[in-house]
């Protein structure tokens, strides 16, 4: 579960220095206020919001403006946005400046949905290198002494990579670093993340500091990437669903003497059982609403759960719960001193679907100039996803 301690690593994003070298990649409906509170309370990092749509925030959409909001606990905030258009992308960033509502903003271009990519946003934009280059200049700008940053992928698929370029165009725009998911668009989260990507950017990328992501399923593989990549530091998703205490791990692993909050971790099903249960109250305190909090939990049941001896029945009524009451007496059913199963409990989590087509606008692959219909396709996609 733990590795031997390593060397400290220090990371440094613009004027942030981080403890550890780790960063929470924003992960839709899972890294909202609850789950990152979660995740400081057993390692030192950065803890980024769910994507934020620019235009739902420049339009100060209800939900938008709520997950925005970081708890009183979080001295680092950060927001990932998600924007195709250059002038409102400029707006929410310049909003998010004046406002002081964050301490760090990070810009998608990594995103595979479908319903992103097929009107050009997300893995699909920095296919247009103009668009792109311009995005970012005007949102760097726009930050001004505010860190802000690019996470992208490798491309929309291996005939039509875009991370080089992409990330030389970020570096001379001035972000404070890149990040890189070493998969394509249309990989999805199948197969395995191919590390000699973030080599070839760490080499292609100098003056600021190069990230990876992809496949980190231990402290173990995050040190591995750091090793065999040279890669500054490492972005987190799948692999901390279920196990907000594999900050912990990291921390110990990978920073300085004080970056783990929590000792190393036994993860007998009791630990667990307490992990779960803590999640559930935050997410009932961030809702302010018993009964959502509990139909949030649910999801995050089997990844906690994941190898342990908890029978089919138990699993299905955790899938159910609608207040911590239930939680409790449910929890309380478990035999807490069962140990970490070992194998059964590691490796991938969540949904790696199977590598397919990335549904594109029309044309799109034709030029890496933006055209009329590319331009119409990117209207739409800033008012398909205005709602946060």
């Not at 009183?72 to 990932?80: D, P």
């Not at 080599?199 to 995050?222: C, F, H, M, R, Y």
């Not at 205490?245 to 000792?263: H, I, K, Q, T, V």
């Amino acid at each position: 579960m733990t590795s031997t301690l390593a060397p400290t690593r220090s990371l440094r994003i613009g004027p942030i220095e981080l403890d550890a070298p780790v960063v929470l990649a924003p992960m839709a409906g899972i890294t909202n206020t609850a789950f990152r509170r979660l995740c400081r309370e057993y390692g030192a990092g950065l803890y980024v919001s769910e994507m934020i749509t620019t235009r739902a925030l420049v339009e100060r959409n209800a939900v938008t403006m709520r997950l925005i909001q970081h708890h009183e606990s979080e001295t680092l905030r950060s927001i990932q946005l998600f924007g195709v258009d250059p002038a409102t992308t400029e707006s929410a960033v310049r909003l998010l400046v004046e406002e002081d509502r964050a301490d760090h903003i990070d810009l998608n271009f990594g995103c595979p949905v479908p319903k992103v990519t097929r009107k050009g946003g997300g893995a699909a934009l920095p296919w247009k290198l103009g668009l792109f280059q311009e995005i970012v200049s005007r949102a760097v700008k726009a930050a001004g002494d505010i860190p802000l940053t690019v996470k992208m992928r490798k491309g929309i698929d291996r005939d039509h990579l875009t991370f080089l370029d992409a990330g030389r165009i970020a570096e001379d725009a001035g972000v404070a670093a890149v990040a890189l998911h070493a998969r394509t668009a249309s990989e999805f989260y199948s197969g395995h993340a191919d590390w000699s990507a973030i080599t070839a950017l760490k080499e292609a990328v100098t003056s600021i500091p190069v990230l990876g992501n992809g496949d980190i399923w231990s402290a173990d593989d995050a040190r591995r990437m750091m090793d065999e990549t040279g890669c500054d530091g490492v972005v987190v998703g799948r692999g901390c669903l279920g196990r907000p205490w594999l900050f912990g791990d990291l921390a110990r692993a990978l920073g300085g003497p004080d970056a783990a909050m929590a000792a190393p971790v036994d993860a007998t099903l009791g630990f667990v059982a307490d992990a779960f249960r803590r999640h559930a109250e935050l997410l009932v305190d961030f809702y302010e609403d018993e009964l959502r909090g509990c139909r949030d939990i649910r999801k995050h049941a089997s990844w906690y759960f994941k190898g342990y001896p908890v029978g089919g029945d138990l699993r299905a009524r955790l899938a159910m719960v609608s207040s911590l009451a239930e939680i409790d007496e449910l929890l309380e059913t478990m035999d807490r001193s069962a140990p970490y199963p070992g194998a059964g409990a590691e490796g991938q989590r969540g949904r790696a679907g199977t590598p397919k087509r990335t549904a594109l606008p029309d044309g799109w692959l034709a030029s890496r100039e933006i055209g009329l219909e590319a331009s119409t396709a990117l209207a739409a996609a800033e008012i398909d996803n205005s709602g946060g």
